[in-house]
């Protein structure tokens, strides 16, 4: 069975900020790790994944992740935020050892305050 | 272009009636799903098909009922509708399902509003 947490149901950071936004999962295989991003009104766009390989994963908008095999996280984040990251951020898992449909985290609202 | 449209955008309807949301898909993709989100925001798989064949059906109502006449389309049609069928009904593709390390793109959403 596979699962992913979001633990936070919003993040506030100021501009300019580093911002990180938290994903815990768990899987029986391998993870195959995704990030998403739900603008207002907007369907989900994708900015990363985690397949295999380097740990630091680099996306759009500047975003990148970090895949810690050892405290089975995913988190997401940024060097200095915007304004207009503001958004839903979902964070979703498929389990290598044989689930085909990847499995969305409740999401976390990030705002970024000017 | 947009390489996952869905329409209506938003739909407003009275509980009882029959209504239909369409979704189409310009990136070859080979699977396609349906995604319901709640007004806590929460993503829901509803339905995935893969070359028109049904492949995921998850414990959603009888009165909601998916077609795909081909790969590019999958529609879906919902019947009786009730209070609590209001939601943000997303359309999604990605390359074929069995590829695991797939992403998936989104529609903008139709917000359903019943009555």
């Known amino acids: 069975a596979q699962s992913v947490a979001q633990p936070e149901d919003q993040v506030n950071v100021a501009e300019g900020n580093p911002l990180t936004v938290k994903c815990t999962y768990s899987?029986?295989?391998?993870?195959?790790l995704f990030w998403y991003v739900q603008y207002p009104n907007r369907g989900l766009q994708f900015l990363l994944k985690y397949i295999t390989g380097d740990n630091l994963v680099k996306g759009s908008y500047g975003f990148e992740a970090e895949f810690n095999k050892s405290q089975t996280s995913f988190h997401l984040k940024k060097p200095s935020a915007l304004v207009s990251d503001s958004a839903l951020y979902f964070c979703?898992?498929?389990?290598?050892?044989?689930?085909?449909?990847?499995?969305f985290g409740r999401g976390t609202s990030l705002i970024v305050h000017p | 272009d947009t390489a996952v449209s869905q329409t209506p955008k938003y739909l407003v309807t009275q509980m009882g009636n029959d209504k239909s949301i369409k979704c189409e898909q310009n990136?070859?993709?080979?699977?396609m799903y349906w995604y319901k989100q709640d007004s806590k925001k929460f993503l829901k798989i509803m339905f995935s098909y893969n070359n028109k064949e049904l492949i995921i059906n998850e414990t959603v109502p009888n009165r909601f009922s998916p077609k795909s006449p081909d790969k590019a389309h999958l529609n879906l049609h919902i019947n009786s509708l009730e209070l609590g069928d209001s939601a943000v009904y997303f359309c999604a593709s990605s390359q074929d399902y069995r590829y695991q390390n797939t992403e998936a793109f989104f529609g903008q959403g139709t917000r359903l509003t019943v009555v």
């Open positions: 899987v029986s295989g391998n993870p195959y």
């Open positions: 990136l070859g993709h080979d699977t």
């Open positions: 979703a898992v498929r389990d290598g050892g044989g689930s085909y449909i990847p499995t």
